[in-house]
């Protein structure tokens, strides 16, 4: 499976952005899609996840209320709407698949990783 992240960009604080991950080669049944996020000089973590048909989504705790996960399995496609955006925001977002049956949450239930798309939040 191939992932390919998108729409990143520089924004200002409390402005907003949409992230978009589109999967193609092996997927003819839906993956569990999740996105992660690495800030220079930390480690990679946890952002958002939803299960293979969309039914279950899971968040971090410091984007709840702001980020919003959905998925066109359709189109393969999963997106990330992300408001009020703020500098903390700021980071390299990867999409990932996984063959899990529920959300995954955690690095290591990671099975495929997109190539990553820079957000940056201005103050």
């Known amino acids: 499976v191939q992932l390919q992240a998108s729409g990143g960009g520089l924004v200002q604080a409390g402005g907003s952005l949409r992230l978009s991950c589109a999967a193609s080669?092996?997927?003819?049944?839906?993956?569990?899609m999740s996105w992660f996020r690495q800030a220079p000089g930390s480690e990679r973590e946890f952002v958002a996840a939803?299960?293979?048909?969309?039914?279950?989504?899971q968040y971090a705790d410091s984007v709840k209320g702001r980020f919003t996960i959905s998925r066109d399995n359709a189109k393969n496609t999963v997106y990330l709407q992300m408001n009020n955006l703020k500098p903390d925001d700021t980071a390299v977002y990867y999409c990932?698949?996984?063959?899990?049956?529920?959300?995954?949450?955690?690095?290591?239930?990671?099975?495929?990783w997109g190539q990553g798309t820079l957000v940056t939040v201005s103050s």
């Open positions: 080669g092996r997927t003819g049944r839906p993956y569990a």
């Open positions: 990932a698949a996984s063959i899990v049956e529920d959300v995954a949450v955690d690095l290591i239930e990671v099975d495929y």
């Open positions: 939803s299960s293979r048909r969309g039914i279950r989504a």
